[in-house]
């Protein structure tokens, strides 16, 4: 525990947020920095990293000034470049290992900054808006800090970090898994979707339907249906809550951490907290922690592992964002929508495997906690009996972890007109061979290569592409993009023929894909 | 026009001092006969009869027409205790005394008697029957004699005699069922069904009277029991005084049932039946309590209110509704008219909707104010359910559940409500399909143009049943019987009340020959209200007056329901996609095709307000399903969206519409994967211009090069084509540039 536990990952990964427009003059470079993992590395460390990859932000500018530099391989590391809002750049840098453990493609890592960053907005709105509204850039790092290290926290396995590596290449970050239902359950759950509509009146709510972990409905646009989704499968769904049943104690975290099957959800959290809540809090005004006394910042930490639990009435109730003031109601989860850049109410209900999540917007409701409470009552009696429907007609079409495994293939599937993605289970991946997943991710870092030139040439226009490769343990690695729906697979034990690899991607094709890839 | 204005208009039109929900409409049917001694219903005949005493005047009542004119036949002189025609009305039969009937042949005026054999026996009375056993059965206070009519010999033949004790009796055609009173009290009861099947002999049961003392017991006489039959089931009525109960009972083979008792609030009722609605006229107090007692609610439809005397011209404004087209039908002499009191002493109530003013010799027809009724009931589904189940002017109750529909959704009332309103409308259609009662109203109706007809295959099996008997009306009876316990067990709420209905006693069912009120003859065009105006009058034309029910096919409810109202619904259009979901919903339930105009709307909605997403999401999980229409209307929406044109596109290629969706493909530059699409699912027709255009456009000559190779090898002769030569001169020229 402590320090030690932690220093040989630590090693592996640097992760910082920097804004450009600060700290623009000799001596003041360290204010640039708004975030910085490990924070207990040393300022002039600290300072190299912003620094190099400010010299080449600013470099490659010169020839792309709309994108500049996105990542710089160098012998030992790879630094992946990300600027999520103007002249804001997040950089993450990871070790190249010997070990072939650490092999790392970097669209993943960049998904894995995008996901942090779009988090992050959900909750605190963006950090120029942050910083603008606190020059100083106190208030900016006391709400990064713990919500990046929350997050964090979550990719940290034991000791070791859960980077997406090559194991994870038939996995698509920031899209949404989507649950596969018949007409009459898509019918009933879009009249439930009605009813919570037409129960709020005339203000615009939004909804998102989740059965297990998987998406069934949502109103909300494409952005904001992935990050609510995301939260939610990191904290809300039933399965993120019971891997919090063991203890509400802080103390007692640690060790009892359980770790889900599926590898989405890890709770590994004293580590990390701790390490934090030593070096960092005398270094950056502002706790983390904030039952600990003295924040000048009031933060909210969203990610906190834990906090959220089920209560009585069957909404989903947490003390994440504190109690109001001589009430004994929690307060309600607010969440700042990119769409409609406006506050909404989160209101979390599960049934059973069913999870319902509405969004009320906060200005439509004048008077706080008991007008959401208000808005509570008048979902459950409206909406109550559909939502038993809806959950049963789920489960029984429900076809549990292994529904969308398809046998023979292992398989990545991702509409990213729609940002779906739908995978074989994980536990099937796993019986792949280290050979099949390296070749893989060697396919996948070509075909992210294309798609980044593609992007590029023809903005509108989407290429079609085609790649099959065979590996060495001679399994066949396809990758197939047309119209957007891009596909991933990898066929063990199979024939030799080329003929047979583009067989079994037809018939996947037109038995799963509605035929989307079956253009000869 | 708007649901909405009908339903305010309805309701101010009558007005608080002349709200009815039935009424009788001028003129009626004059019977005064100079010299008149008695006036006669024969309910087997459906005739009126006025006898003088060497005459006998019969006027038919069914269809009702107040111009009807009589028949006129001869009889010998004498006392007129009764008259009933015989079924096919060749003969006549006329009680002279309470022992002997009298026989005419009217072809030949001929003429037989039948008397009682012992002094001790009294005839009751006698009525011919269509079961196959007899001809005419005499009641009699010994019993039963059934007689065969023997036309050869021109006498009655005895079949068989059933010795009973008989006080009174009751009997109406329309249920065959005959009821004989015997005991103390004449609470006893022996009964027989003389249907086209047989003799079937009831259970003996007992009627309930309360007993006002001790000592006293009231004696139930035959003015208090009324045979009724509703929705092809057959009811008694039976008064109790003294409780003041109207105690209700149905029929089965083998058991008789109470099924709950209705209040009365006069010492005088009367009961009439109006296209399956029990009413039950208080005439003391001068209303009438209407009751559809196909549910096991036994809650009156609507609150008590006087019947109204419609169409006098020239009348005290406040009881008339008359308007231009039933002024002139009348004729001017109705001074006596004005003096016609509602409820007066000398109403006789003839089963089972006719009223007969035996003072004034007038008959009138008793008819249902649909609008009136739907517009007196706030719970929507209860009155689609009522008017889904009229039969006699389906028209009428189709145009106002159409109009209830469109206002419900104008109104914006709870999503709930109007998803149970869309039930009750699917259910309906869906059980009218079944039976095939919906084409038989359809095959007349002139579909618009432009508009595919759905239904056409059943609608030509239809006719060439309808057509081929003279029996047609049977068929069409018995089919809505069936209909009727089908609704039995279908509809949910219900089930649990009428599972007698499926269980071991078969109910007693009408007879097949009898159909007293699915004459869509009837349905006249007067009887159309204001509500019609309301709707389009090319609406009306088309559908005519021919329907047999008032059911609401998808297509219609979206030609007359959700497109109107989008027309006229302001705002947010997602609660129309909500109820348009409902309906969605519904009609999968019950297995019901939707027309895809209703898709394509829905898909307008969202885009209208952007909610692509979810656009997606019915696509995707099929809600809207798969069709050209639906593929269109995505190409169209997508223009603000390239995910949803991209949506189009993969249903084009799905349904799959080969030509659309290769000249899309071309359209946004995916020449060579359109190209590789048309080899491999060998598309004909394409014109080879089109990709050479494009491939020239891309200034690539290898494109070009390869678009020309595709087309010489894919279309024999293509090489000869002004195409291949001009193109093939721009590629060489492109590629001398190229070169050079």
């Given at each position: 525990m402590g320090l030690a536990s932690v220093n040989p990952s630590s090693e592996g990964l640097q992760l910082c947020i920097f804004d450009l427009r600060r700290g623009q003059h000799e001596g003041q470079e360290l204010d640039k920095i708004l975030f910085f993992y490990p924070a207990d590395l040393p300022f002039s460390t600290q300072l190299s990293v912003t620094g190099l990859s400010e010299g080449l932000i600013t470099f490659t500018r010169i020839f792309s000034p709309e994108a500049a530099c996105e990542v710089i391989e160098a012998e030992r590391h790879s630094h992946v470049f990300y600027e999520p809002e103007p002249d804001i750049w997040m950089v993450m840098v990871v070790e190249k290992s010997k070990e072939a453990e650490a092999i790392w493609r970097t669209d993943a890592l960049r998904e894995v900054l995008k996901e942090v960053h779009s988090l992050f907005m959900m909750f605190h709105g963006s950090i120029r808006a942050l910083l603008d509204k606190e020059p100083g850039g106190g208030l900016t790092r006391s709400h990064l800090y713990p919500f990046v290290m929350d997050y964090l926290r979550d990719i940290f396995s034991g000791k070791k970090l859960q980077l997406p590596s090559f194991h994870d290449c038939l996995n698509?970050?920031?899209?949404?898994?989507?649950?596969?239902?018949?007409?009459?359950?898509?019918?009933?759950?879009?009249?439930?979707?009605?009813?919570?509509?037409?129960s709020a009146g005339n203000t615009h709510c939004f909804s998102l339907i989740l059965f297990q972990d998987l998406l069934v409905s949502s109103t909300l646009p494409p952005e904001d249906t992935i990050n609510l989704f995301t939260y939610a499968v990191l904290r809300l769904t039933p399965r993120a809550l019971s891997s919090g049943v063991s203890s509400w104690s802080y103390l007692r975290k640690g060790y009892s951490s359980s770790q889900v099957a599926g590898g989405s959800t890890f709770a590994h959290s004293g580590s990390v907290a701790e390490q934090f809540s030593g070096s960092v809090a005398e270094q950056f005004s502002g706790s983390c922690d904030t039952s600990s006394g003295d924040d000048r910042y009031r933060v909210v930490r969203p990610l906190q592992n834990d906090r959220w639990s089920k209560g009585k009435d069957g909404f989903l109730i947490t003390d994440i964002w504190g109690t109001e003031v001589g009430d004994l109601d929690l307060a309600t989860p607010t969440v700042w929508l990119k769409h409609t850049e406006a506050r909404m109410y989160l209101c979390a209900y599960q049934y059973k495997s069913l999870t319902v999540i509405f969004l009320i917007p906060v200005n439509s409701i004048l008077n706080g906690e008991q007008g959401v409470s208000m808005e509570k009552q008048k979902f459950l009696e409206n909406a109550s009996l559909k939502i038993l429907k809806v959950e049963e007609k789920l489960s029984k079409g429900w076809g549990g972890e292994n529904a969308y495994h398809v046998s023979g293939y292992r398989y990545l599937l991702v509409d990213s007109n729609r940002a779906i993605s739908r995978a074989s289970p994980a536990g099937k991946v796993t019986t792949l061979t280290k050979e099949s997943l390296l070749a893989l991710h060697m396919l996948r870092d070509e075909v992210d290569l294309e798609k980044g030139k593609n992007k590029w040439d023809h903005k509108a226009h989407d290429k079609d592409l085609?790649?099959?490769?065979?590996?060495?343990?001679?399994?066949?690695?396809?990758?197939?993009?047309?119209?957007?729906?891009?596909?991933?697979?990898?066929?063990?034990?199979?024939?030799?023929?080329?003929?047979?690899?583009?067989?079994?991607?037809?018939?996947?094709?037109?038995?799963?894909?509605?035929?989307?890839?079956?253009?000869? | 026009?708007?649901?909405?204005?009908?339903?305010?208009?309805?309701?101010?039109?009558?007005?608080?001092?002349?709200?009815?929900?039935?009424?009788?409409?001028?003129?009626?049917?004059?019977?005064?006969?100079?010299?008149?001694?008695?006036?006669?219903?024969?309910?087997?005949?459906?005739?009126?009869?006025?006898?003088?005493?060497?005459?006998?005047?019969?006027?038919?009542?069914?269809?009702?027409?107040?111009?009807?004119?009589?028949?006129?036949?001869?009889?010998?002189?004498?006392?007129?205790?009764?008259?009933?025609?015989?079924?096919d009305e060749k003969l006549i039969a006329v009680q002279r005394s309470n022992s002997e009937i009298q026989f005419w042949l009217r072809e030949t005026g001929e003429t037989f008697c039948q008397k009682c054999k012992s002094e001790s026996e009294s005839i009751l009375g006698f009525f011919w029957t269509d079961c196959p056993l007899c001809d005419i059965v005499v009641v009699k206070t010994s019993g039963l004699d059934f007689y065969s009519y023997d036309p050869a010999s021109k006498s009655l033949t005895l079949v068989e005699t059933r010795k009973l004790n008989v006080s009174w009796y009751v009997y109406t055609h329309e249920s065959r069922l005959l009821l004989l009173a015997s005991g103390m009290q004449c609470k006893t009861f022996n009964g027989f069904q003389l249907s086209s099947g047989g003799v079937i002999r009831l259970p003996k049961f007992e009627m309930l009277m309360a007993k006002s003392e001790a000592n006293s017991k009231p004696v139930l006489a035959d003015e208090d029991l009324y045979i009724v039959t509703v929705y092809g089931r057959i009811y008694c009525l039976q008064v109790d005084r003294v409780a003041m109960l109207l105690h209700c009972y149905r029929f089965y083979r083998d058991a008789v049932v109470q099924q709950g008792s209705l209040p009365i609030y006069s010492s005088k009722v009367a009961i009439s039946v109006v296209d399956n609605v029990l009413l039950v006229h208080q005439v003391d107090a001068k209303v009438v309590i209407l009751y559809d007692i196909f549910a096991d609610s036994r809650a009156p439809i609507s609150a008590p209110l006087p019947v109204l005397l419609r169409g006098l011209p020239r009348s005290n404004s406040s009881t008339s509704r008359s308007n231009g087209r039933e002024s002139e039908n009348s004729e001017t002499s109705n001074a006596n008219y004005h003096e016609t009191i509602i409820y007066g002493d000398d109403w006789n109530f003839l089963v089972p909707d006719l009223v007969c003013d035996v003072a004034n010799k007038l008959l009138w027809k008793i008819h249902l104010d649909l609008e009136a009724i739907s517009a007196s009931s706030s719970e929507v589904p209860s009155v689609l359910e009522f008017l889904q189940r009229r039969k006699l002017e389906a028209n009428k109750a189709k145009q106002l559940c159409l109009a209830i529909t469109r206002t419900v959704i104008l109104e914006r009332r709870p999503v709930n409500m109007v998803g149970r309103a869309m039930d009750v409308i699917v259910t309906s259609y869906s059980l009218s399909i079944k039976t095939g009662s919906y084409f038989k109203g359809t095959k007349a109706e002139r579909r618009p143009t432009g508009v595919p007809n759905v239904n056409n295959p059943e609608a030509g099996t239809d006719v060439s049943v309808?057509?081929?008997?003279?029996?047609?009306?049977?068929?069409?009876?018995?089919?809505?019987?069936?209909?009727?316990s089908g609704l039995i067990n279908r509809s949910s709420t219900y089930s649990a009340s009428d599972s007698e209905d499926t269980g071991s006693s078969e109910p007693l069912k009408t007879n097949l020959d009898d159909t007293p009120e699915t004459q869509p003859s009837s349905l006249q065009p007067q009887t159309l209200g204001p509500v019609n105006n309301l709707v389009n009058h090319d609406v009306l034309e088309q559908q005519e007056t021919q329907l047999a029910t008032p059911a609401i096919s998808p297509d219609e409810m979206y030609k007359f329901v959700f497109a109107p109202v989008d027309e006229e619904?302001?705002?947010?259009?997602?609660?129309?996609?909500?109820?348009?979901?409902?309906?969605?919903?519904?009609?999968?339930?019950?297995?019901?095709?939707?027309?895809?105009?209703?898709?394509?709307?829905?898909?307008?909605?969202?885009?209208?307000?952007?909610?692509?997403?979810?656009?997606?999401?019915?696509?995707?999980?099929?809600?809207?399903?798969?069709?050209?229409?639906?593929?269109?209307?995505?190409?169209?929406?997508?223009?603000?969206?390239?995910?949803?044109?991209?949506?189009?596109?993969?249903?084009?290629?799905?349904?799959?519409?080969?030509?659309?969706?290769?000249?899309l493909l071309v359209q946004d530059g995916y020449y060579l994967e359109a190209l590789r699409y048309v080899r491999k699912h060998k598309v004909t027709g394409v014109r080879p211009s089109l990709f050479l255009e494009a491939a020239f456009s891309s200034n690539d000559p290898q494109h070009l090069a390869a678009v020309l190779r595709f087309f010489s090898d894919f279309i024999p002769g293509f090489r000869n084509t002004t195409d291949f030569c001009a193109y093939y001169r721009v590629l060489s020229e492109m590629n001398g540039t190229v070169n050079a």
């Open positions: 698509e970050r920031r899209t949404v898994q989507m649950l596969t239902v018949g007409r009459e359950a898509a019918i009933e759950v879009q009249t439930l979707v009605r009813t919570l509509e037409s085609e790649m099959c490769i065979r590996a060495k343990n001679n399994a066949w690695v396809i990758a197939r993009i047309t119209g957007g729906k891009e596909l991933y697979m990898v066929l063990e034990k199979a024939n030799e023929k080329l003929l047979y690899a583009s067989d079994a991607v037809e018939k996947f094709s037109d038995r799963y894909c509605n035929g989307a890839f079956s253009l000869d | 026009m708007s649901g909405k204005a009908s339903i305010s208009q309805s309701s101010t039109g009558f007005g608080s001092g002349a709200l009815s929900h039935v009424y009788i409409k001028h003129p009626p049917l004059r019977c005064s006969i100079p010299g008149s001694m008695g006036l006669f219903y024969d309910d087997g005949t459906k005739l009126l009869i006025s006898t003088t005493s060497t005459q006998v005047f019969s006027w038919k009542t069914v269809p009702f027409s107040p111009l009807a004119a009589p028949t006129t036949d001869s009889i010998s002189e004498g006392p007129i205790l009764a008259v009933r025609f015989s079924l309808s057509q081929t008997d003279g029996r047609g009306k049977s068929i069409k009876f018995e089919s809505n019987s069936r209909h009727n619904m302001v705002g947010e259009p997602s609660y129309l996609v909500a109820i348009i979901l409902e309906f969605l919903r519904s009609a999968n339930v019950e297995k019901v095709k939707v027309h895809p105009n209703i898709y394509v709307l829905t898909i307008q909605l969202l885009a209208r307000s952007e909610r692509y997403a979810e656009l997606g999401l019915f696509i995707i999980n099929k809600i809207l399903e798969p069709s050209k229409e639906v593929a269109f209307q995505l190409l169209e929406s997508g223009r603000q969206n390239p995910q949803t044109r991209k949506l189009g596109l993969d249903m084009l290629r799905q349904h799959p519409l080969h030509n659309d969706y290769v000249l």
